[in-house]
């Protein structure tokens, strides 16, 4: 079966949104060496609709960027109640009963399948059982505000640390497990 890990940048107070406004002098080779091995670890990108549309205004139609062309050729799979389409190139759109659909995706044959960002889709997996990994880099800043990963409302989950490494200028990776697996 197929593991769906969540890789998140976050800063020491919890936020998570906008890590592109926070990360920059904390960021080095490699840490960059790490974001790629996730990537290379998988064959699926699933995504919320906030990320989804984000990303699809920064990538789509860019041919130019490395990064882009990667995250164009993706399969992507957004997870989304409001959106009645998916358009961003190998785009396709979950509706209805969430959970037995990403559970048929985990079921199919592949690599990971990975998210970036998401916060509340990451969030809702968890509850759900449905996420393997939580891979977290932890910046050393305070952020101070913006979203935070996991917002107060919701059950205790117990987690299990499957790696811990300090990076240089003090960035910490933190990968968990459910405590249940």
């Not at 079966?1 to 080779?29: H, N, Q």
């Not at 996730?38 to 205004?57: C, E, P, S």
């Not at 935070?148 to 910490?172: E, H, I, S, Y």
Request: contains cysteine; hydrophobic residues 45%.
């Amino acid at each position: 079966m197929r593991k769906i890990v969540a890789g998140l940048m976050v800063a020491a107070d919890g936020v998570v949104e906008a890590p592109e406004t926070w990360t920059g002098p904390y960021f080095s080779p490699e840490l960059g060496q790490h974001v790629g091995s996730l990537i290379a670890a998988a064959d699926t990108l699933l995504l919320g609709r906030v990320t989804y549309q984000t990303f699809a205004a920064s990538f789509a139609g860019n041919t130019s960027d490395p990064m882009a062309a990667q995250m164009n050729a993706f399969p992507k799979v957004v997870v989304s109640a409001t959106l009645d389409t998916a358009d961003w190139e190998n785009s396709t759109l979950i509706r209805g009963d969430t959970a037995a659909q990403i559970t048929r995706l985990k079921q199919q044959g592949g690599a990971n399948i990975n998210i970036s960002g998401s916060a509340t889709l990451v969030t809702w997996l968890l509850r759900h059982g449905l996420l393997d990994e939580l891979d977290l880099l932890v910046f050393p800043v305070v952020a101070g505000h913006g979203k935070r990963l996991f917002d107060g409302n919701g059950a205790k989950t117990g987690l299990a640390l499957a790696a811990c490494q300090q990076f240089p200028a003090g960035v910490v990776r933190l990968a968990y497990r459910p405590a249940s697996a």
